[in-house]
């Protein structure tokens, strides 16, 4: 018998009985940092963790036996049974294993950003789902924070960037337009009385406004290799889904909103997802738009924001966004994608000018018609893709 068989003897495993093991299932759900949330085919709540009672403000035998459906802000209120029902029919899955940024809905009818992962198992019962969920709301706002500070630099930046671009242009300019100036003056006083030159002077005249040409030419030069200067650069386009940038912008465009009372809809065509973007300038135009609808409404009884896609002529797809504020003054309207030209008190008048640029730098074009809604629906077109690619 060997020595050693005593100390190589494995320690006997200890499994715990149905009530230890009910016991630890309650230490797991109420100290997970994440809600976790179950649900069976039908969506009806299964499971409704301690933290998810804390985040959506029902107690779990409230939540308990309810459609999942009250966790969420339209327009998947209305649609997750369709959603499901198409599942369970086709197996087609498109949010299952994949975790995505959306909006949740409190008991208070309160929406707030969340990060959702939702996962699948079959069971002798049936299949169920669960759904892991994290509150984005304080993360997004140390992210604005942070982004507002960023901007706050950026301007200060851009303020002196913007001096000492002047202060260029201004002597870089200055000599061709004091050139021209001294041309055109000569000439005049190289005219008669009554506007005709002398005989002797007509060659003069002549050369006087050759020079001034020359000279106008020049200044138009200095400003267009500014503006080439300004404007190079290559984005970085890749095949994204239009259902995501609209979802994940939207979801950080309305926190801290205080929009209890907006009524959101979204009305993608699924025939028209992929478009051919660069995620981070196209979500840019996204968040400036949506921003600028909820701004609008703040004083309307009736707070409807609107977006919509459709497929466009020359593989283009239209997005719009409306919203049912007051509309757009016609001084404004006139004026809406110039820049430094705004409504707001505190605003630049940059947001549509650099919206402009983005938009048709992805050969589309973006243009404001008055919303069914009675406010302002602003239209934007994206090129659509052939490929999936990374998405």
């Known amino acids: 018998m060997c020595p050693f068989a005593d100390t190589q003897r494995k320690p006997q495993q200890m499994l715990p009985d149905q009530d230890d093991a009910l016991q630890l299932q309650r230490t797991i759900l109420a100290t997970v940092p994440d809600a976790l949330i179950v649900i069976d085919e039908q969506g009806t709540i299964l499971l409704f963790s301690e933290t998810a009672a804390r985040m959506f403000g029902y107690a779990d035998d409230e939540a308990i036996g309810q459609n999942v459906r009250i966790l969420m802000p339209n327009p998947d209120r209305e649609r997750h049974d369709d959603y499901m029902r198409h599942y369970m029919e086709t197996g087609e899955a498109h949010i299952i294993g994949v975790g ?46 942070l982004n507002d500070l960023q901007t706050e630099l950026s301007h200060i930046s851009r303020v002196s960037a913007m001096g000492s671009l002047a202060s260029a242009l201004a002597h870089e300019l200055n000599q061709p337009l004091t050139a ?14 009554d506007g005709t030159p002398a005989a002797d002077n007509i060659e003069m005249v002549r050369e006087a406004l050759a020079e001034a040409s020359v000279q106008a030419l020049r200044a138009g030069q200095i400003v267009r290799r500014l503006r080439e200067f300004i404007s190079r650069g290559e984005s970085d386009k890749r095949v994204e ?58 004083r309307s009884g009736r707070q409807i924001l609107d977006i919509r896609s459709r497929r466009a002529e020359r593989d283009m797809v239209e997005v719009i966004v409306a919203d049912s504020g007051p509309g757009l ?63």
């Open 100 to 145: 995505r940024v959306t909006n949740a809905r409190r008991r208070d009818g309160s929406t707030f950003p969340i990060e959702l992962a939702i996962g699948e198992a079959v069971t002798e019962h049936g299949r169920l789902f669960t759904g892991f969920i994290r509150d984005l709301t304080e993360a997004q706002r140390a992210e604005r924070r």
């Open 241 to 298: 889904r239009l259902r995501r940038l609209v979802t994940e912008a939207s979801a950080l465009a309305l926190t801290g909103t205080g929009t209890n009372s907006l009524d959101f809809n979204l009305r993608l065509d699924p025939r028209a997802d992929l478009v051919l973007v660069d995620r981070i300038q196209i979500q840019q135009v996204l968040l400036n738009l949506i921003r600028n609808a909820v701004e609008a409404m703040q």
């Open 180 to 193: 021209i100036t001294s041309y055109a003056e000569g000439a005049r006083s190289l005219l008669g009385d």
């Open 329 to 391: 003054a016609a001084e404004i309207a006139a004026v809406l994608f110039q820049p430094f030209n705004t409504s707001k008190e505190k605003g630049m008048g940059l947001g549509l000018s650099i919206s402009r640029t983005i938009v048709e730098a992805h050969g589309g074009r973006i243009w404001a018609e008055p919303s069914e809604f009675g406010g302002t629906a602003f239209h934007f077109t994206l090129p659509l893709a052939e490929e999936p690619g990374d998405v």
